[in-house]
């Protein structure tokens, strides 16, 4: 019989509360313990919402596991395989580092850290475990997504002569999103979505051009980025948008357009989600996608690496880490009105 994994999260916001619902679709995987430093969520009389339908669906109510107020409590718990960590980026690397300490796996959402300099020790740490450790950055897991990735890795559409992405909503609200020292702005919490994508597809661009504005977190709240390869006609024209500063009621919505010699991808998920092809002399196709979000298929791969003991993919680790170098290059370029090197 195999293995059922026993998982500890901490921090019931919406992306935790989203990780419990899909770790109750996965045979594989039990939570047996919660952590979150606000009462109300803990006893299931409050709970947080989240910005793209499916997320945080289901709640705290009924849930047969241990509840903590203190996350490094839930880490102590020697029962626990899995230490799923939702909590504020600020306060990442403190709990990964406690959760390596104790020989726990870990999940960490994104991004990997608060700066480059914590994302650094996190490689560090993870290096010296045995434990496996995923950095959750779920672009690489949505359908679309990966379609996308294979497409410029496959040339299936010949090559890739423009990528474009943009990323929006209104102002989420709330103490650690209203302060950029926490949540590092839509720059760092948003924005990185798009960056580490783009890392993951055509590696570190050599530079980055970017302007921006502050927002209501105080810090940079929208954000157009030129990622910069190697200065060549023959390199990729990349770009992408990035802002919570959309009005009230704006919603949100994520989109690429990327084109290639022989094709054209157009992709967005608002209400809906749609990824259309266009080529020249023939109808406009709709791809057809995997159902489900890459949450969950990102958190189906962690528990299937630890369960057949399968090598993690450390440069997917090390790549979450060096987009926190090229988000640090983006602010500078921003601050400085100046094209930046990305340095590693």
């Known amino acids: 019989m195999t293995k059922r994994l026993k998982v500890g999260i901490i921090g019931l916001g919406s992306m935790g509360s989203t990780h419990l619902d899909i770790y109750s679709k996965i045979n594989e995987a039990e939570v047996v313990a919660v952590a979150d430093s606000i009462q109300s969520r803990l006893d299931g009389s409050s709970r947080a919402e989240g910005n793209i339908s499916g997320q945080a669906e289901g709640g705290i109510n009924g849930l047969s596991a241990k509840k903590y107020l203190n996350g490094m409590d839930l880490i102590k718990n020697s029962e ?15 709990f990964v580092e406690a959760a390596l300490a104790s020989g726990k796996h870990v999940l960490v959402e994104k991004p990997l850290a608060r700066n480059y300099s914590e994302a650094k020790k996190i490689i560090q740490l993870a290096e010296n475990s045995h434990s496996y450790v995923m950095s959750a950055m779920c672009l690489r897991y949505w359908p679309a997504w990966v379609y996308l990735k294979e497409a410029i890795a496959s040339n299936k559409y010949g090559k890739c002569l423009s990528l474009n992405f943009k990323r929006q909503t209104s102002f989420p609200g709330g103490a650690f999103y209203s302060d950029h020292h926490q949540c590092g702005g839509a720059l760092l919490d948003l924005h990185v979505h798009d960056t580490d994508f783009v890392n993951y597809c055509l590696g570190m661009p050599d530079e980055v051009f970017s302007q921006g504005y502050k927002g209501p977190s105080g810090g940079i709240d929208h954000i157009v980025t030129n990622y910069i390869y190697s200065k060549s006609d023959s390199s990729t024209l990349v770009s992408s948008e990035g802002s919570w500063t959309m009005q009230e009621g704006y919603g949100f919505n994520m989109s690429y357009t990327a084109n290639f010699e022989n094709g054209t991808l ?22 057809k996608l995997k159902d489900g979000m890459g949450y969950e298929f990102e958190i189906r791969t962690f528990v299937d690496e630890i369960l057949t003991g399968k090598n993690t993919n450390f440069e997917l680790l090390r790549q979450a880490a060096d987009t926190i170098a090229i988000i640090e290059a983006e602010k500078t370029s921003i601050e400085t009105s100046s094209v930046v090197s990305i340095k590693v």
């Open 80 to 94: 626990i395989d899995i230490v799923d960590i939702c909590v504020g980026t600020d306060l990442h690397f403190m």
């Open 266 to 287: 157009s992709y967005l998920l608002d209400e809906d989600e749609t990824l259309n092809l266009f080529r020249s002399g023939k109808d406009s196709e709709s791809i």
